[in-house]
């Protein structure tokens, strides 16, 4: 079943330390905050295009949710909640930091009927939790983490990579770390030097370099895949657009691009591809995907094609509900 979110961002409306690489305004391209008044109309502005029967979350996103005060929290929730006792959404999900966790706000969620707990765990290393201005250690995210699974919750651990003092390694503990703890579901976001934070004017000063794009695509290709492996759900890779994420608004470096995870995906089929097609030259060849992939495996920009053009393959590709995911066939036709 098809899934959708109704988003409704709340930027740094909670964060009374802001993390050196956070601009959540600029970020989201949202400046203004939506009250607790304004909740029904975001609604149903977005149910208007939601009525094919899909799974329909209301989800606060963009601030420390559960860093406002509780009584503001339950004016939010009281809202999203109507929808839910009416079955028009199927439930509630937000986003907050670790050490935001406690038994009041878990038993005003659970009251409330929210689903899904999604963390900003962003790195389990507490040398780099140090270093971006977190507030907080690795601890604080195994036991926010432990308490809403405890109490029924769906959980999502965010990760971000290339985060000052970060290395692959480090990055690759992170996604091992959210896997252990229980996550249900992840988002692998590149770290992005954004105007207005701590982290450009180390960047300013040369003590921060950022990844760089093909970097930034091979390490979210090798933690993607570990994390479908593992049975967790990937809800995004990368930054949405954002007429505010450009050098002439607010991005000063960083491995941002419109379509990151298609570079990704992209990578990924390269590397089937070619293990596929290694003893095969000057064929006519018909490829057998599964069709929610056929444009990754011609590449973004049409990449791909370059490894049938080196081996003078003539190449059809169709789509086979059939087949899984990576699955492929080839035959000679």
């Not at 909670?14 to 008044?37: L, M, W």
């Not at 878990?106 to 929210?114: A, F, H, S, T």
């Not at 789509?319 to 035959?331: A, R």
């Amino acid at each position: 079943m098809k899934h959708s979110n109704i988003p409704i961002f709340i930027p740094e409306l909670a964060c009374p330390h802001q993390c050196i690489f956070c601009n959540q305004a600029k970020i989201s391209g949202q400046q203004d905050i939506p009250q607790p008044d304004d909740i029904p109309n975001i609604i149903d502005t977005h149910l208007a295009t939601m009525n094919d029967g899909r799974e329909i979350e209301v989800a606060f996103f963009g601030g420390s949710f559960t860093g406002i005060p509780l009584d503001l929290q339950e004016r939010y929730l009281q809202k999203a909640n109507t929808y839910l006792q009416k079955g028009v959404i199927g439930g509630i999900r937000l986003s907050t930091r670790p050490d935001y966790i406690n038994e009041k706000v878990i038993e005003l969620l659970k009251r409330y009927g929210v689903t899904t707990i999604e963390l900003g765990a962003q790195s389990t290393n507490d040398d780099v939790l140090l270093a971006s201005g977190r507030g907080h250690k690795s601890e604080a995210i195994r036991h926010a983490s432990e308490m809403i699974l405890e109490n029924g919750f769906h959980l999502g651990l965010q990760m971000m990579i290339g985060l000052p003092h970060d290395t692959y390694e480090r990055s690759r503990q992170t996604v091992e770390d959210i896997i252990a703890l229980g996550a249900d579901n992840t988002r692998i976001y590149p770290t992005l030097v954004i105007k207005g934070t701590q982290l450009a004017k180390l960047h300013e000063t040369g003590k921060y370099k950022p990844l760089c794009l093909e970097e930034a695509v091979r390490w979210a290709k090798d933690f993607y895949l570990r994390f479908e492996s593992a049975g967790v759900t990937i809800l995004r890779v990368g930054l949405h657009a954002s007429e505010e994420l450009t050098p002439e608004k607010s991005l000063i470096d960083g491995p941002y691009h419109k379509s990151f995870k298609e570079l990704m995906m992209t990578e990924i089929w390269r590397e089937i591809l070619i293990r596929q097609l290694a003893n095969k030259k000057g064929d006519c060849l018909t490829l057998e995907v599964h069709p929610s992939q056929i444009n990754f495996v011609w590449g973004y920009a049409g990449k791909n094609k370059e490894l049938f053009t080196e081996r003078n393959l003539d190449m059809k590709i169709i789509g086979n509900k059939s087949l899984e995911k990576y699955e492929i066939k080839v035959s000679h036709r």
